[in-house]
């Protein structure tokens, strides 16, 4: 990425270090978004994904760099720093208060208010309309701690997309979605693309990334790796840049070997649930499987 602001860009990450004792987190990392794409931010675990975000949200201070919105450099001091200058976040990591209701926690911190008292009824209907709107299935007024894992994370969904953000951040957001709930975050994402928003994608689902991506950027080690176009990649071709080594899924063969079915398995799981959202789990597993 060079030193001059690109006009296309909405927002530009450049040469963002942060260092830990002992670790180097991010080494110079570029990353730029531009209006109503969705670019894709992909690497393996520790690769620096979730750090540069957290910069991004003023969450970790950067040692050196510069974010630029719309050409201008800016400091993000915090979370609702960042929210006030329209970018919204939905992490793996649920930031939800259990004890309040869908809607309370939708409006957290922006509460809607009549006089000095807090206008719960209106902050439920408001709610009701996002989920009506995009075709979830959630109650607005049930308590978060009654609501299954995966109503919690639409519920943090509901929670970034109600501020109308310019750039919306989901950090593995079907990780406890169904595949129908999946696709309706999909078409919210297309919403907001229509709108001219820009979208930070990051999960290690790689069909979703060849299905709703525009670009992608590869993170390794804290180290930017570069920034291709989808169409311009195939499976293969991310995962090599992930990785630093060509990667063929279909070549070589893993040699089979015997599985003795009739042996006691190492692990036997029945019926395993928590009383709630998880129900009816059973498997074996055998030695060598």
Same mark, same amino acid.
Do not use: A, C
């Given at each position: 990425m060079s030193n001059t602001s690109d006009p296309r860009n909405l927002l530009e990450l450049k040469a963002v270090t942060k260092t830990y004792p002992g670790v180097v987190a991010l080494h110079k990392v570029d990353f730029s978004l531009r209006p109503g794409e969705v670019h894709a931010l992909m690497g393996e675990n520790g690769a620096g994904k979730s750090t540069l975000i957290k910069a991004l949200l003023g969450i970790v201070k950067m040692d050196t760099g510069t974010i630029l919105l719309n050409g201008l450099p800016t400091d993000i001091k915090d979370a609702t720093d960042a929210r006030k200058k329209g970018i919204s976040a939905v992490?793996?990591?649920l930031s939800l208060i259990p004890y309040l209701s869908v809607a309370d926690n939708v409006f957290l911190n922006r509460e809607i208010k009549r006089g000095i008292l807090i206008d719960r009824h209106t902050a439920v209907e408001r709610t009701r309309e996002y989920i009506n709107k995009y075709g979830f299935d959630m109650d607005a007024s049930e308590f978060v701690e009654n609501i299954p894992a995966a109503s919690r994370q639409i519920c943090e969904i509901l929670k970034a997309v109600s501020t109308n953000p310019k750039i919306l951040i989901f950090d593995e957001p079907t990780s406890s979605l169904t595949e129908r709930e999946a696709e309706l975050l999909f078409n919210i994402i297309r919403d907001f693309q229509e709108r001219g928003a820009g979208i930070i994608y990051v999960s290690h689902r790689m069909n979703e990334i060849f299905k709703i991506a525009d670009r992608v950027t590869v993170l390794r080690d804290g180290e930017y790796i570069g920034t291709k176009d989808i169409g311009d990649l195939d499976m293969?071709?991310?995962?090599?840049?992930?990785?630093? !080594?060509?990667?063929? #899924?279909?070549?070589? /063969?893993? *040699?089979?070997?015997?599985?003795?079915?009739?042996?006691?398995?190492?692990?036997?799981?029945?019926?395993?649930?928590?009383?709630?959202?998880? !129900?009816?789990?059973? #498997?074996?597993?055998? /030695?060598? *499987?």
């Open positions: 992490f793996q990591e293969d071709g991310v995962v090599s840049m992930m990785v630093g !080594r060509k990667v063929d #899924f279909m070549g070589e /063969k893993r *040699e089979k070997h015997f599985i003795d079915y009739n042996d006691t398995p190492l692990l036997q799981v029945k019926n395993l649930g928590n009383g709630h959202d998880i !129900r009816g789990i059973s #498997f074996e597993l055998y /030695k060598g *499987e």
